[in-house]
């Protein structure tokens, strides 16, 4: 376990996001689809067909990370407690701009029971570091539409899985319409992990 590292640093104030995200499906594992699971799937170059690429989501309005573990403290005889770790939950809140009939067709018919690994960029201008990106490694879409009318903002719900076997060195050199050259960029997230926050100068 890495040690905490903070500091001081006023670059690193910053009050907005990004609109943009990606999402890629892969296996249950976290693993990219082979060629042969993504004809099963409906990819490919033929006409109607999808590119098994990074597909960008609707723009973003807002989103929200949560990692909640809850803490349970449980007393001895005495009455000390002692707290214990108790189930953590990652997801990831994401509300679109876009109210058409392919976004809503995504969130409840086309996305449901499949894995996807998402990169969402978390600020629209550099901080100290660069741009700030968080990775998923794997996440299943809740099927279920939130759109209040005539508020047009429907809401995707990503449930985040832990991760049973280390992805390691993901490669992100097919990232484009970021703000970021992901040239020679890669992603690792360990094993017991759900994601990765990480900076691009």
Same mark, same amino acid.
């Given at each position: ?5 903070l500091?001081?640093?006023?670059k ?7 609109g ?14 082979s060629a ?6 409906? %990819?490919?170059?033929?006409?109607g067909?999808?590119?098994y690429?990074?597909m960008?989501?609707p723009?973003v ?12 403290k449980?007393p ?5 407690k002692?707290p214990?770790?108790g ?7 994401v509300? /679109?701009?876009? #109210?058409?009939? $392919? ?8 996305? #449901?029971?499949?894995y996807f ?11 100290a570091?660069?741009?700030? %990106?968080? %990775?998923?490694a ?7 539409? $939130?759109v209040?009318l ?5 809401k ?7 991760? /049973?076997?280390?992805?390691?060195n ?6 484009a319409g970021?703000? /970021?050259?992901?040239?020679?960029k ?5 094993s017991g992990? %759900?994601?990765?926050?990480f900076?691009?100068a």
């Amino acid at each position: 376990m890495a040690a905490p590292k903070l500091s001081r640093n006023a670059k690193n104030i910053i009050g907005l996001g990004s609109g943009r995200m990606l999402i890629r499906e892969v296996n249950a594992d976290g693993t990219l689809l082979s060629a042969a699971e993504q004809t099963a799937a409906g %990819y490919g170059t033929g006409p109607g067909l999808t590119a098994y690429v990074w597909m960008e989501m609707p723009i973003v309005k807002d989103s929200n990370l949560k990692d909640d573990t809850q803490i349970e403290k449980k007393p001895d005889e005495g009455g000390d407690k002692y707290p214990i770790e108790g189930e953590r939950e990652v997801t990831l809140e994401v509300t /679109s701009m876009q #109210r058409d009939t $392919d976004t809503l067709r995504a969130i409840i018919k086309d996305m #449901r029971g499949k894995y996807f690994e998402i990169l969402k960029e978390n600020t629209s201008r550099k901080l100290a570091k660069g741009h700030q %990106y968080l %990775y998923v490694a794997i996440a299943q879409v809740e099927p279920k539409l $939130d759109v209040k009318l005539p508020n047009p903002d429907p809401k995707f719900m990503f449930n985040a899985i832990v991760v /049973s076997t280390a992805i390691a060195n993901r490669d992100l050199a097919a990232v484009a319409g970021m703000r /970021s050259d992901f040239t020679g960029k890669t992603v690792s997230v360990a094993s017991g992990e %759900y994601y990765e926050l990480f900076d691009i100068a």
